[in-house]
């Protein structure tokens, strides 16, 4: 259950990311077959290439296997924006979200 979910979710966001099975292994540093062979269902990455993986991504781990989010490496850049803001802009952030999910 938790393989297939690893290769599904690699799939979809090498495919959201717009970059082939190929590019991907070789933007890793693997050979033209490493993604191949994970989506297909011969390998699962080790940890470190996990770590790897969501580093291609720009996502974290706990990003990685949280399903609602649609869009983790949006969500994770509007993060790394928010952490440089000042307390003041970060409240004015959060009262425009909260107006928004209204």
């Known amino acids: 259950m938790y393989e ?3 290769r599904e ?3 979809q966001l090498r495919l ?10 070789y933007d890793l540093g693997h050979s033209r077959g490493y993604v ?4 297909s269902g011969k390998a699962l990455p080790p940890l470190k290439e996990f ?3 969501c580093d291609y991504f720009n996502i ?5 296997f949280d399903i ?9 850049k509007a993060i790394d924006g ?7 802009d970060v409240l004015m952030l959060l009262g425009i979200i909260n107006r928004m999910l209204k």
Request: aromatic residues 12%.
């Open 4 to 6: 297939d979910f690893v």
């Open 9 to 11: 979710r690699i799939t």
């Open 16 to 25: 959201k990311k717009g970059v082939s099975e190929y590019q991907m292994s």
């Open 36 to 39: 191949y062979n994970i989506s």
């Open 51 to 53: 770590f790897a993986i």
């Open 60 to 64: 974290t781990p706990a990003q990685f």
């Open 68 to 76: 609602e989010t649609q869009s983790p490496e949006l969500i994770q």
């Open 82 to 88: 928010m952490n440089k803001l000042n307390e003041d």
